[in-house]
């Protein structure tokens, strides 16, 4: 059973930092692209990073480009994504998921991600 669970949200300030963790299980990293999501209150949800399977390219989104990392610990089966100067922008339930099929997905297309964790409040304010 595949299984995505995302942990280390919580209130931050303005310029303050979070990592947060999404663990997997039910499926072995090594062969899945892993993306970062959020949901603000009245929005759609909005890629926020992804991490190719085999080569581990990457991919941001401009307003986090500079200041958000994405990283993948196979062994711990294990992705991250260290936020760094965070923003009230940036206030959102962030999610993990992977895509239904990683050849011709895009990070900005959440429809094309099939298994999604049950997300975590990432909260950046005074």
């Known amino acids: 059973q595949v299984q995505l669970v995302e942990s280390g949200g919580g209130l931050v300030q303005p310029g303050g930092s979070l990592r947060l963790s999404c663990a997997v299980s039910?499926?072995?990293?090594?062969?899945?692209?892993i993306g970062w999501f959020r949901q603000a209150p009245g929005k759609e949800r909005e890629g926020v990073s992804c991490i190719s399977s085999r080569d581990g390219r990457t991919w941001y989104t401009d307003s986090v480009k500079g200041r958000f990392t994405i990283s993948r610990d196979n062994n711990r089966n294990t992705v991250y994504l260290q936020m760094n100067n965070l923003r009230p922008e940036d206030t959102a339930i962030y999610y993990c998921?992977?895509?239904?099929?990683?050849?011709?997905?895009?990070?900005?297309?959440?429809?094309?991600?099939?298994?999604w964790g049950q997300g975590t409040q990432v909260t950046v304010s005074s």
């Open positions: 039910g499926f072995t990293l090594d062969y899945y692209a």
């Open positions: 998921a992977t895509p239904i099929l990683e050849y011709g997905s895009s990070c900005q297309r959440a429809a094309d991600f099939g298994s």
